[in-house]
């Protein structure tokens, strides 16, 4: 997702995260012309094993992007802990979107996580919005990273 918005890529052989990615987009928003945002997005592994790598990278967040794969239930049901661990380090109170990528592939019949079930979780994480995207076919990308920053603009009275 990150690639794609970033670099409006996508990437078929695209290895996954090993520890993390690291991009910047400026944008402007059309809401408030003339006003120039520099965004840091960090794409973080969200196997297990990297659990130690995560940490560091979580002080001075300012939002969190929860992504699971709809066509990997396993990977739903790994947003609880992940929250879990990202608030040890930086408290509760910071603007989240929850995310279900490769909505093409559920499409497909290959589907393992239901919207209601995106839904149901997006309110028990108390995550602002959810979405249902595609990397491949760039759906709903972008107002996943506009929705995030417009609630950072908001909650720290930048606009």
Known sequence: MVLRYCENTFKENYIMTIGSNFSTKQIELEEYPNYLVKLQLWDLAGQKHFSFVRPPFYRGATAIV??????????????????????????????????????????????????????????????????????????????????????????????
């Open 66 to 159: 929860y992504v699971f794969d709809l066509t990997r239930r396993s990977s739903f049901q790994n947003i609880l802990d992940w929250k879990i661990e990202v608030e040890k380090v930086i408290g509760d109170g910071k603007p989240t979107v929850l995310v279900g990528n490769k909505i093409d592939l559920a499409e497909q019949g290959n589907r393992e996580v239901g919207e209601g079930d995106g839904e149901a979780l997006k309110d028990e994480i108390n995550s602002i919005a959810y979405y249902e995207t595609s990397a491949k076919q760039d759906i709903k990308v972008e107002p996943v990273f506009k929705n995030i920053t417009m609630a950072i603009l908001e909650k720290t009275k930048k606009i």
